[in-house]
Protein backbone atom coordinates (compact mmCIF):
# COMPACT_ATOMS: atom_id res chain seq x y z
CA UNK A 1 0.00 0.00 0.00
CA UNK A 2 1.11 3.67 -0.59
CA UNK A 3 1.12 6.16 1.75
CA UNK A 4 1.89 9.78 1.03
CA UNK A 5 0.91 13.21 2.49
CA UNK A 6 2.10 15.80 4.77
CA UNK A 7 3.00 14.11 7.93
CA UNK A 8 5.05 11.17 5.73
CA UNK A 9 8.50 11.78 5.26
CA UNK A 10 11.31 9.15 3.92
CA UNK A 11 12.80 7.76 0.73
CA UNK A 12 9.54 5.34 0.03
CA UNK A 13 6.26 5.30 0.52
CA UNK A 14 5.43 1.53 0.80
CA UNK A 15 3.67 0.15 4.06
CA UNK A 16 2.79 -3.47 4.43
CA UNK A 17 -1.60 -4.08 4.56
CA UNK A 18 -1.68 -4.99 8.46
CA UNK A 19 -0.05 -1.40 9.36
CA UNK A 20 -3.26 0.18 7.79
CA UNK A 21 -5.26 1.02 11.03
CA UNK A 22 -1.94 2.04 12.90
CA UNK A 23 -1.15 4.58 9.87
CA UNK A 24 -4.57 5.70 9.40
CA UNK A 25 -4.62 6.58 13.33
CA UNK A 26 -1.29 8.05 13.30
CA UNK A 27 -1.55 9.98 10.30
CA UNK A 28 -5.53 11.78 11.79
CA UNK A 29 -3.76 12.31 15.42
CA UNK A 30 -3.24 15.76 16.42
CA UNK A 31 -0.56 14.62 18.94
CA UNK A 32 1.68 13.26 15.66
CA UNK A 33 4.20 15.73 13.50
CA UNK A 34 5.88 13.22 11.48
CA UNK A 35 5.92 9.64 10.59
CA UNK A 36 8.24 7.85 8.95
CA UNK A 37 7.83 4.50 6.49
CA UNK A 38 11.02 1.72 7.66
CA UNK A 39 12.51 -0.96 6.12
CA UNK A 40 9.97 -3.83 5.47
CA UNK A 41 11.42 -7.45 5.78
CA UNK A 42 8.58 -10.52 4.36
CA UNK A 43 8.82 -13.51 6.70
CA UNK A 44 7.04 -16.70 6.23
CA UNK A 45 4.32 -16.29 8.34
CA UNK A 46 3.22 -14.95 11.58
CA UNK A 47 0.36 -13.71 13.61
CA UNK A 48 0.00 -9.15 14.15
CA UNK A 49 1.53 -8.14 16.38
CA UNK A 50 3.15 -4.91 17.30
CA UNK A 51 5.72 -3.35 19.84
CA UNK A 52 6.70 0.18 20.48
CA UNK A 53 10.08 1.75 22.30
CA UNK A 54 10.77 5.02 23.07
CA UNK A 55 13.44 6.54 21.43
CA UNK A 56 14.96 10.31 21.65
CA UNK A 57 12.37 12.29 19.83
CA UNK A 58 9.41 9.79 18.65
CA UNK A 59 8.14 6.26 19.49
CA UNK A 60 9.40 3.69 17.08
CA UNK A 61 7.29 1.16 16.23
CA UNK A 62 7.72 -2.97 14.94
CA UNK A 63 4.39 -3.94 13.30
CA UNK A 64 3.97 -7.03 12.32
CA UNK A 65 1.71 -8.84 9.75
CA UNK A 66 1.00 -12.36 8.51
CA UNK A 67 3.31 -12.18 5.74
CA UNK A 68 5.83 -9.46 7.00
CA UNK A 69 7.28 -7.19 9.52
CA UNK A 70 7.73 -3.13 8.98
CA UNK A 71 9.29 -0.36 11.65
CA UNK A 72 7.88 2.79 11.87
CA UNK A 73 8.70 6.25 13.69
CA UNK A 74 6.12 7.98 14.74
CA UNK A 75 7.69 11.83 15.74
CA UNK A 76 5.29 13.23 18.25
CA UNK A 77 6.09 15.29 21.62
CA UNK A 78 3.69 13.53 23.97
CA UNK A 79 5.64 10.02 23.41
CA UNK A 80 3.85 8.08 26.16
CA UNK A 81 0.44 9.68 25.31
CA UNK A 82 0.02 8.97 21.82
CA UNK A 83 1.90 5.72 22.61
CA UNK A 84 -1.28 4.75 24.62
CA UNK A 85 -3.59 5.72 22.43
CA UNK A 86 -1.88 3.63 19.40
CA UNK A 87 -1.72 0.75 21.70
CA UNK A 88 -5.55 1.00 22.14
CA UNK A 89 -5.86 0.66 18.22
CA UNK A 90 -3.88 -1.64 17.83
CA UNK A 91 -5.39 -3.86 20.63
CA UNK A 92 -9.08 -2.96 18.82
CA UNK A 93 -7.63 -3.73 15.94
CA UNK A 94 -6.52 -7.75 16.92
CA UNK A 95 -2.73 -6.70 17.54
CA UNK A 96 -0.72 -8.49 20.40
CA UNK A 97 1.39 -6.17 22.35
CA UNK A 98 4.30 -6.41 23.12
Known amino acids: MKRQGNKYTTSHT ?4 AASPILDFAEKSL ?3 KIVLGIIKTLKNGTKRMK ?5 ACLFAKVRGNR ?3 EF ?4 KEIPR ?5 NRIAKDEGFEIS
Open 14 to 17: TAID
Open 82 to 86: FEKEL
Open 31 to 33: LVD
Open 73 to 76: RFYT
Open 52 to 56: TSHEE
Open 68 to 70: AIQ
